[in-house]
């Protein structure tokens, strides 16, 4: 179990497209003599849920993802968020194909009297994120930072109206949070950028809610 501490920002719709953005906080942290490192991949993310939502009422987010033909299921846990500030204990598992194995999870995550097995036969994939990732791995004194920027779109259901990602992500992989806000400020001088409250999968929920409606 790791526990994901990472500050959210949105980048406005009318906002440059994402080249230019990579080439600006690219340009800074060069001109900053600041260690680092680029990549770019797809990522297909599948989230998933029974009809009577049981995870959501649980508190916890469910997702397999897809990157180069591996695939990763992951759980993440009540946590918490103070302004753009997210917390939350996340458990990871490599899976050979994308099929739901939720017994490769520790058994403690669940709550008490949840029949996993059964759980899982009642799991069906709700929405669906699909989108580009810019990835700087940052070395900053002694902390290491995973900065990502994101752009695609979360989906429900075909004819549904999608939703854009479109945000950038600051992660601490190790050393002090108090680095997270300092690479902030610093892209803030580059990027057009909001705080963001809501993760993907919060707002995945909301569009299956509103796909339920219609």
């Not at 500050?7 to 900053?32: F, R, S």
């Not at 299921?73 to 918490?80: E, F, H, S, W």
């Not at 917390?87 to 949840?114: G, M, S």
């Not at 009642?122 to 002694?142: A, E, G, K, P, Y």
Request: net charge negative.
């Amino acid at each position: 179990m790791t526990t994901e501490i990472e500050l959210k920002y949105l980048i406005p719709a009318n906002h440059e497209d994402n080249d230019a953005v990579v080439d600006k906080i690219t340009a800074m942290l060069t001109k900053q003599n600041t260690t680092f490192t680029l990549d770019k991949k797809q990522l297909n993310n599948n989230y998933f849920d029974n009809k009577e939502l049981a995870l959501r009422k649980m508190d916890i987010g469910l997702r397999i993802r897809g990157v180069d033909q591996k695939y990763e299921q992951t759980v993440k846990t009540a946590g918490k968020v103070i302004g753009c500030l997210h917390q939350r204990p996340e458990y990871n598992v490599a899976l050979k194909d994308n099929h739901l194995d939720l017994l490769l999870f520790p058994e403690d995550i669940w709550p008490v009297n949840v029949d996993v097995v059964k759980l899982q036969k009642s799991l069906q994939v709700i929405f669906n994120t699909d989108f580009f990732r810019h990835t700087w791995l940052i070395t900053q004194t002694n902390s290491v930072i995973e900065l990502a920027l994101d752009r695609g779109e979360i989906c429900s259901a075909p004819n549904i109206e999608t939703l854009a990602i479109n945000e950038l992500e600051i992660e601490l992989v190790s050393g002090n949070e108090q680095a997270l806000f300092v690479l902030a400020e610093q892209l803030m001088a580059v990027v057009q950028m909001q705080p963001g409250k809501l993760s993907k999968a919060a707002r995945g929920y909301a569009l299956y809610h509103q796909r339920d409606k219609s």
